[in-house]
């Protein structure tokens, strides 16, 4: 089955970057779209940003010129570059992807999550 897994996570000050990245690996035959998500205590999992497989992008307008999303198609691997990080950017962020396997089912995958802390 398809699995996506993440690193980058961490711990940072306020002003800091991180990078995050998500690889997919499996029986695939396409990936149609990557995205991160994140979710904070209390609140809703929200879209950060996506990216499609012909490399177009969507932000939420809290991360709009700050994070940076992209992809190495080669390597079924998307990116998150977060700079100039906020404590509000505190979360849990998941990776996502929409596949279609070799057997041409289409699915939606998620990744296990990885926490960010920007704090003093």
């Known amino acids: 089955q398809v699995h996506l897994v993440e690193s980058g996570g961490g711990l940072v000050q306020p002003g800091g970057s991180l990078r995050l990245s998500c690889a997919a690996s499996g029986r695939i035959r396409s990936i149609n779209a990557m995205g991160w998500y994140r979710q904070a205590p209390g609140k809703q999992r929200e879209l950060v940003a996506a990216i499609t497989s012909g490399g177009s992008t969507n932000y939420a307008d809290s991360v709009k010129g700050r994070f940076t999303i992209s992809r190495d198609n080669a390597k079924n691997t998307v990116y998150l570059q977060m700079n100039s990080l906020k404590p509000e950017d505190t979360a849990v962020y998941y990776c996502?992807?929409?596949?279609?396997?070799?057997?041409?089912?289409?699915?939606?995958?998620w990744g296990q999550g990885t926490q960010v802390t920007v704090s003093s």
């Open positions: 996502n992807a929409l596949i279609t396997t070799a057997l041409s089912l289409e699915n939606n995958y």
